[in-house]
């Protein structure tokens, strides 16, 4: 059975650092390029960033670049994400995503399968 099961979410204050993890089994893990996307309540679901098949190329959108991480570890079918100097706006359900390419889009439409989300809530 397909899944990929994100792990890692919770509450913290903001500057706080939280890692989050995107597990996948039931699929050729390595032909896909794995992304963390979020939406928060009221707005769209956007890309945060995303990692290609071998690792090699990471991107960030442009309100992560310096704080968020992505990593990959093929042996393990897993997916890191660093958040670090974490800010209230930072809060929303993050999803990890799937997408069957050797580099990412950055596309929700792109991405052929999708984690349930975990939250992510940056208060103090």
């Known amino acids: 059975q397909l899944q990929l099961v994100e792990s890692g979410g919770g509450l913290v204050q903001p500057g706080g650092s939280l890692r989050l993890s995107c597990a996948a089994s039931g699929f050729t893990w390595d032909y896909y390029a794995i992304g963390w996307f979020r939406q928060a309540p009221g707005k769209e679901r956007e890309g945060v960033s995303c990692i290609s098949r071998s690792g090699s190329s990471t991107n960030y959108a442009d309100s992560v670049k310096g704080r968020f991480t992505i990593s990959r570890d093929n042996a393990k079918n897993t997916v890191y994400l660093q958040m670090s100097s974490l800010r209230p706006e930072d809060t929303a359900v993050y999803y990890c995503?799937?997408?069957?390419?050797?580099?990412?889009?950055?596309?929700?439409?792109?991405?052929?399968?999708w984690g349930q989300g975990t939250q992510v809530t940056v208060s103090s």
């Open positions: 995503a799937a997408e069957r390419s050797y580099y990412c889009s950055g596309y929700s439409y792109r991405q052929n399968y």
